[in-house]
């Protein structure tokens, strides 16, 4: 089994100043993983994966994530954020075998003020 | 290419009421899965359908169901509606590549509130 941490569940940032939202995970059996965004009432949209490889992945929107396999950690960052990156942030794991099902954390909300 | 709808938008019940949720696919997916998210959670996995089969299923009662038809859209269906089953249900389709991985892109989402 897997299971997902976001250790914060609200971010509030000022704009243009850089952001790291930390995600640690668990899990038995190798997994993938992956950081999504849901903007307010809306669906999940991808942001980045990590699938194999290179430990540092770099996704939309300026974001990148790194994999660290020794401290079962995928913390996202973003150098500088914008207004627009205000929304809901969640990191998931999904094993290499199976349904191939994504665990989710519980989400952090990131804020950007001006 | 369309992406994944669902309908309907939102919807209201009461507690003991049966509801049903549609979604259909990307073009070209043939495979479905099902999530919950309750406010303020992460998604939850319900369980994935493939090529019109039950494929994996998380831990949620047999009384959350589900059909997926020959064009691949999917049908998910509470019975017996809990003041717990508020929540938004996000559908997400993906179609495998041959590989280990097949990225999963979602819906919009139904909103059920459950009075």
């Known amino acids: 089994a897997q299971s997902v941490t976001q250790l914060d569940s609200q971010v509030p940032v000022f704009e243009e100043a850089p952001v790291e939202l930390r995600c640690n995970y668990s899990s038995s059996v190798s997994v993938y993983l992956f950081w999504y965004v849901q903007y307010p009432n809306q669906g999940l949209q991808l942001l980045l994966k990590?699938?194999?490889?290179?430990?540092l992945v770099k996704g939309i929107n300026g974001f990148e994530a790194e994999f660290n396999k020794s401290q079962t950690s995928f913390h996202l960052r973003k150098p500088s954020v914008h207004i627009s990156d205000t929304a809901e942030y969640f990191c998931?794991?999904?094993?290499?075998?199976?349904?191939?099902?994504?665990?989710f954390g519980q989400g952090t909300r990131l804020t950007i003020n001006p | 290419e369309t992406g994944v709808t669902q309908s309907p938008t939102h919807l209201i019940k009461t507690r003991g009421q049966q509801v049903t949720l549609r979604c259909s696919s990307q073009s070209g997916h043939n495979t479905v899965s099902w999530y919950q998210q309750a406010l303020g959670q992460g998604p939850q996995f319900i369980f994935q359908y493939y090529r019109e089969e039950e494929n994996g299923r998380g831990n949620f009662p047999p009384r959350f169901s589900g059909l997926q038809f020959p064009n691949y859209s999917s049908e998910l269906n509470v019975n017996a509606l809990e003041l717990d089953d508020s929540a938004l249900y996000l559908c997400a389709s993906s179609s495998p590549t041959g590989s280990s991985y097949n990225e999963q892109f979602f819906g919009p989402g139904t909103r059920l509130t459950v009075l």
């Open positions: 990590y699938l194999s490889g290179s430990t």
């Open positions: 998931a794991v999904s094993a290499f075998e199976g349904a191939q099902k994504l665990v």
